[in-house]
């Protein structure tokens, strides 16, 4: 059986960092996509970054080289490397990846940007 496996997230000042962590554990294949959308109160849920097989990636606009994704195929996770984050960062961070031809999703994890 397919599990997200997130970790990660939590409570940071501006300007500081945070790594998630999502997992496509009990999977034999491999994941065809993995990453990450986010959603705000009273926001509608936006991606912030996937990555595919091919090692392409893809980032929301509002990026702006800020965070940087990764993966470890052997272990069939993904890793998502925020830094000078700002308030507006402030979310719930879902984390999702495709195998098979199955969307999978986390159950998302909180990101607070705050002094």
């Known amino acids: 059986q397919v599990q997200v496996v997130e970790s990660g997230g939590g409570l940071v000042q501006p300007g500081g960092s945070l790594r998630l962590s999502c997992a496509a554990s009990?999977?034999?294949?491999?994941?065809?996509?993995m990453g990450w959308y986010r959603q705000a109160p009273g926001k509608e849920r936006e991606l912030v970054a996937r990555?595919?097989?091919?090692?392409?990636?893809n980032y929301g606009d509002f990026v702006k080289g800020r965070f940087t994704i990764s993966r470890d195929y052997d272990k069939n996770t993904a890793y998502l490397q925020m830094n000078s984050l700002k308030p507006e960062d402030t979310a719930v961070y879902y984390c999702?990846?495709?195998?098979?031809?199955?969307?999978?999703w986390g159950q998302g994890t909180q990101v607070t940007v705050s002094s």
């Open positions: 999702f990846f495709r195998v098979s031809g199955v969307d999978y």
């Open positions: 009990g999977s034999r294949f491999s994941a065809y996509v």
């Open positions: 990555i595919f097989n091919s090692r392409s990636t």
